[in-house]
């Protein structure tokens, strides 16, 4: 098939450009900084400047590739890891949730492609109530209150918009790979990462070659509806942290009680450490025959680092 991927250089882009065309099918991807082009061309694609939020270059973009399919991994992700301000430091990706997924689905209808994969998230944001790890039948924590409460908004949107126009969106959790965890890593082996409380809340993770694999199976088959993209072992942070830290070389995190922690980090930050939820990804698996590379984040850390 003909994939238009829009978010090409990001890190899921990036792994994902390979396994399509190794697959068979062409590619074209975008970006927003025309200095990127050559190393998407280098990656085999066809490469072209598209501004997500801009509907008329979205259009003009999509137009003149002529698709078969649509892959909605644009983000704006940079910098250190701000959790105490996280809708400041994701207001550019809420937007692009928001605007950039309405501006190509509309290219979407304007061009008869009817296959449309987006990219959500599913880390540790499921409905903190009842059992620890949710399935895609269980809501979203809409954080109200909290600094996370926009980018649950941006979400909502995303993911109502493409389920109601017959797409797919996978919820990936936490992206762990080849320039995905860098910042988190540098962290972590500074001790700046410490554990909140008893460490209680629960986080998925997924490799980002496990993450582009899910996404080629949306795109061959057609998928509709909404999958979680996650590992075979949600985890409290009690458990994950720790590990990570021996993988990275680092000496264990400190811990710091929760009222500290909100003080130092914000409301967020205890949330995700003492209250979060994990995901199953018994659907995806079951209904895309999905494998992973990496069933655990134990596997996946231990290899990458």
Not at 145 to 167: D, F, M, N, Y
Not at 262 to 290: C, H, P, Q, Y
């Amino acid at each position: 098939m003909r994939v238009f991927l829009a978010g090409g250089t990001g890190v899921v882009g990036r792994r994902l450009i390979p396994q399509l065309i190794a697959r068979g099918h062409d590619v074209t991807a975008t970006t927003t900084n025309a200095a990127k082009l050559d190393v998407l061309r280098g990656t085999g694609a066809r490469a072209v400047v598209m501004d997500g939020l801009d509907a008329a270059s979205v259009a003009a973009a999509v137009a003149n590739a002529r698709p078969d399919a649509i892959v909605h991994q644009m983000t704006a992700i940079s910098g250190n890891p701000d959790i105490k301000h996280i809708d400041r430091w994701f207001a550019a990706t809420n937007r692009l949730r928001t605007e950039g997924t309405d501006h190509l689905l509309a290219a979407a209808e304007a061009t008869g492609v009817g296959i449309f994969v987006a990219q959500s998230y599913a880390n540790w944001n499921g409905r903190r109530s009842g059992g620890w790890v949710k399935t895609e039948e269980d809501p979203l924590d809409p954080a109200d209150g909290t600094a996370a409460h926009p980018q649950w908004v941006a979400i909502h949107h995303l993911e109502e918009a493409v389920v109601r126009a017959g797409g797919a969106v996978l919820r990936y959790g936490g992206l762990y790979g080849p320039g995905a965890t860098d910042d988190q890593v540098e962290l972590i082996r500074r001790r700046q990462f410490p554990l909140v409380g008893k460490g209680t809340g629960y986080s998925s993770w997924i490799h980002l070659d496990d993450a582009a694999a899910a996404t080629v199976l949306a795109v061959e088959q057609h998928a509709k509806g909404v999958f979680n993209i996650v590992d075979d072992e949600p985890a409290p942070a009690a458990e994950w942290l720790p590990y990570l830290a021996k993988c990275a070389g680092a000496k264990p995190p400190m811990r710091v009680p929760a009222w500290l922690a909100r003080m130092l980090a914000g409301e967020v930050a205890v949330i995700m450490m003492t209250e979060g939820r994990g995901f199953s990804n018994a659907k995806a698996k079951r209904d895309l025959g999905w494998q992973l590379r990496y069933p655990t984040w134990r596997e996946g850390f231990r290899a990458g680092l």
